[in-house]
């Protein structure tokens, strides 16, 4: 397990940096929203945490920050969940495939049940 660092108000200079590790031997494109809350109308409290490193950082960002962390975690969740499905079906034949011959050449038994 890595290292567990507070690191708080990072100046970002681009959005996209939220997603992106601080920890320059680290680097993970893969940080991830663990927690918000309101501050103001304009401003949000969050929580991102490294799955890499466990460099966890609290920040203060706008409304637009929220919702594009939001989105990018949802369709990252998406993503993550088809392959699943892929992976899940692509197993699937497989095992059926080996089923399907091992029954073919007479090499199940009676004693396999």
Known sequence: ???LDNINNLDLT???DLQTCP??????KLVYLVERYQINDMEWKV???CPDC??????????ESV???LKNNRLGREKLMKQLDEMQKKNMTDETDKFITALENDHILPIDF
């Not at 920890?23 to 993970?28: G, K, N, T």
């Open 1 to 3: 397990m890595g290292c």
């Open 14 to 16: 681009k959005k996209s």
């Open 23 to 28: 920890m320059l031997w680290c680097d993970s």
């Open 47 to 49: 929580t991102l945490l």
């Open 54 to 63: 466990w460099t966890k950082r609290e920040l203060t960002v706008d409304r």
């Open 67 to 69: 919702r594009q962390l």
